[in-house]
């Protein structure tokens, strides 16, 4: 059970621990500075100051609510992939692309060798937990993500680019661990859409957190997972953070065939959809939750990240959680 | 009714970019914006519709290709644009499109979706339209058509939902098998009504088949009406071929049976599986092929040179000896300067064949 690891870490969690997936929304005066920085009308500084100010107020927020551990938010961030693909060596920009209705963004091109430049989110960490005594989760995308999410016009095949970029990831995990992270979520939210390839995205995960001293999440959603599960679990990480209420817990279904042998982040309540769950309802899913997986096995979440919702929304949210994993604990 | 000649037709394989990079190539993009926040009507988006589809067909045309299509522009994904079009279907959350980072609203289903009106017929005139008064190349006059694409029965079931018994839908549609009946009753009217239209090559795509083998006898089963359909069309003198696509997939396990459905013309993806052209090349097709050599799914472009040496063996064992060269899926997956690489790419892999008969302009 991975909460002897997380107490070797030092991390001393309650039942039911509580958390976020990663991002929550941008306040309005940080999306209108995003939009001048791209025309050049600010300098990096200026955006950074706000970025850092946004960070504070989501820390301060996720205090409030009484959330466990804690995240900063992703405010210097835009999409998952093209953070990382911006910053790493190897990449270019590519043009526009749809992600669906009348949402696009700059897909990246693997161009060349993929390589770690230093360190890309540390910095960030560390503002956010010097904010806070509650631990702050590092934040960073999986290799077999990048990877698929990516143009390729250098690695031979898929699996050649997924090692390379475990190894450029793990690095960036070498360098969180050395600056005091004890809890990291390497998201991987393409890990069901090529079930033949699961072996792939297994081996990437090992290439990055082998051996390495932190408690490892891994993010997925949007999945066919019956595809993939029980094999998925043999992913190097202790704990899936799983979207679990946008498709009304059916998962749960897929998880009695075999034990659920990790911990699992367990999406109590839905990020795409403006209603807000009835507390009982949340509560319900936890109880759910409970006839699959052992109470210490869980912890309490959104389905996904909170960007897409107002803050308004994303705080009643979080609200949810915290509020359905207290009423269990007791 | 008269077939098409032998030769390789270089066809486009349906969506094509909604966006470029340049501000002239933003122009729905931002008019879609607009129209959320109320500054722009409806009457603005249609404008901007149009554009964007002339510019998808001039593409189109200045690449050279024989076949092309409206590029989809209009379609909000491949899923809820038709569904959502049938009466008692709404449209639900966001869910993957297969393996892409391509996300489609899933159809919920309150009762038996039925077509009420046209789905994409205005859509196939427009375009029809548009292609008559776009410049065409002097050697390609009378030859180039239009093909309107559809997204087969099969496909739609699968990834549509039903309401929870008791919010009125009947118990029915909770089997995949009367989902994709009723949604292939619904397309077979869509494709009586192209056909009377002017189309004369309707494209089928049914991606899930492939990637769900399990359910091959719910998805044969439901080409039925379809297939009766284009039948029909036949009987009463008009030409109309049905071609049918499938990607996003390895299509090698089930090759034997694709090229035996009764369709004129079977689309396959050969990104997935490099071993498809060689089982091609053993076993023969009995129809024509599309052959989804041109990755849609990556930036890198092919070599020419490669990929005609792969045509040149490829084209004498297929029936007919008529082939459809086009990219692996439809293009908005890549970015548009590199998607209409993609349609050149076709043109010089043409150019690079040696000694080809039929089409080559």
């Known amino acids: ?330 | 009714m008269s077939t098409p000649a032998p030769g390789l037709y270089l066809s486009s394989t349906g969506s094509y970019p909604r966006v470029g990079d340049t501000p002239d190539l933003q122009i729905l993009r931002r008019t879609i914006a607009a129209l959320d926040r109320g500054d722009r009507t409806t009457a603005d988006l249609l404008d901007a519709e149009n554009e964007m589809t002339r510019r998808a067909i001039g593409d189109q045309l200045k690449a050279g290709l024989d076949i092309v299509t409206d590029g989809q522009i209009r379609w909000y994904d491949p899923i809820s644009h038709l569904a959502g079009k049938l009466e008692n279907v709404k449209i639900g959350g966001l869910l993957r499109f297969f393996d892409t980072n391509f996300y489609f609203r899933q159809p919920v289903l309150a009762g038996k979706p039925v077509r009420r009106g046209a789905l994409v017929v205005g859509e196939y005139s427009f375009a029809r339209n548009a292609l008559g008064h776009l410049p065409t190349p002097g050697e390609k006059a009378g030859k180039l058509s239009i093909k309107p694409v559809l997204t087969g029965p099969y496909t739609l079931a699968k990834f549509s939902h039903v309401e929870p018994s008791g919010n009125g839908a009947p118990d029915t549609l909770a089997s995949l098998e009367h989902r994709a009946m009723a949604y292939a009753e619904a397309l077979a009217a869509e494709i009586a009504a192209l056909a009377q239209a002017g189309a004369e090559l309707i494209q089928v795509d049914e991606p899930a088949a492939i990637k769900f083998p399990e359910d091959w006898k719910i998805f044969e089963q439901s080409l039925g009406p379809i297939v009766a359909a284009r039948d029909k069309v036949r009987e009463g003198g008009r030409n109309l071929e049905l071609a049918l696509y499938f990607y996003f997939h390895d299509c090698t396990p089930l090759y034997d049976k694709l090229v035996q459905l009764p369709a004129d013309v079977i689309g396959l993806d050969f990104t997935y599986e490099p071993k498809l052209a060689e089982l091609i090349q053993s076993a023969g097709s009995p129809k024509p092929l599309g052959l989804g050599l041109v990755d849609a799914r990556n930036t890198k472009l092919e070599d020419p040179e490669v990929l005609a040496w792969q045509v040149e063996r490829l084209l004498p064992k297929i029936g007919g000896g008529r082939a459809y060269l086009g990219p692996s899926a439809g293009l908005e997956y890549l970015p548009r300067d590199r998607a209409f690489a993609k349609l050149e790419l076709l043109a010089k892999v043409r150019a690079a064949m040696k000694d080809l008969k039929g089409p080559k302009a």
């Not at chain 1, 060596?89 to 430049?117: C, D, M």
């Not at chain 1, 077999?144 to 699996?159: C, G, L, P």
């Not at chain 1, 997925?220 to 190097?236: Q, S, T, V």
Request: glycine fraction near 6%; charge should be negative.
């Open chain 1, 1 to 330: 059970m991975s909460r002897k690891k997380l107490t070797a870490l030092g991390v001393k969690l309650p039942l039911f621990p509580t958390t976020s997936v990663g991002s929550f929304p941008k306040p309005e005066y940080l999306a209108k500075a995003r939009g001048e920085f791209n025309k050049g009308k600010i300098g990096a500084d200026q955006l950074q100051e706000l970025e850092r100010k946004a960070t504070k107020f989501w820390i301060e927020t996720q205090e409030k609510l009484g959330l466990d551990v804690l995240v900063d938010g992703e405010m210097y961030r835009g999409d998952m992939v093209a953070y990382f693909a911006e910053r790493l060596l190897g990449f270019t920009q590519g043009g526009l692309v749809r992600s669906y209705g009348n949402r696009y963004y700059h897909k990246p091109i693997i161009t060349g060798a993929v390589e770690w430049p230093g360190p890309v989110t540390v910095e960030w960490w560390k503002y956010a937990q010097s904010l806070t005594k509650k631990p702050v989760k590092g934040m960073l995308t999986g290799a077999y993500t990048i990877m698929d999410w990516s143009f390729n016009e250098h690695y031979t095949d898929r699996h050649a680019t997924a090692i390379a970029l475990a190894e450029v990831i793990r690095k960036e995990v070498e360098a969180l661990i050395a600056a005091g992270c004890k809890i990291i979520q390497i998201d991987e939210p393409a890990l069901s859409v090529r079930p033949e390839e699961l072996a792939t995205a297994i081996e990437a995960m090992e290439t990055t957190t082998k051996g390495l001293d932190a408690y490892f999440i891994t993010h997925a959603c949007y999945g066919a997972f019956e595809r993939i599960y029980p094999g998925m679990l043999d992913l190097a990480v202790d704990n899936f953070d799983l979207e679990m209420s946008n498709n009304d817990l059916s998962l749960l279904e897929v998880f009695r065939h075999h034990p659920f042998t990790k911990d699992i982040s367990f999406g109590v309540v839905d990020v795409h959809t403006h209603t807000m769950e009835a507390d009982a309802t949340v509560r319900e899913r936890v109880k759910k939750a409970m006839e699959v997986v052992s109470r210490d096995q869980i912890w309490v979440d959104p389905d996904c990240g909170l960007k897409t919702r107002t803050p308004e929304e994303a705080i009643e949210k979080l609200r949810l959680c915290v509020t359905a994993a207290k009423a269990m604990r007791n």
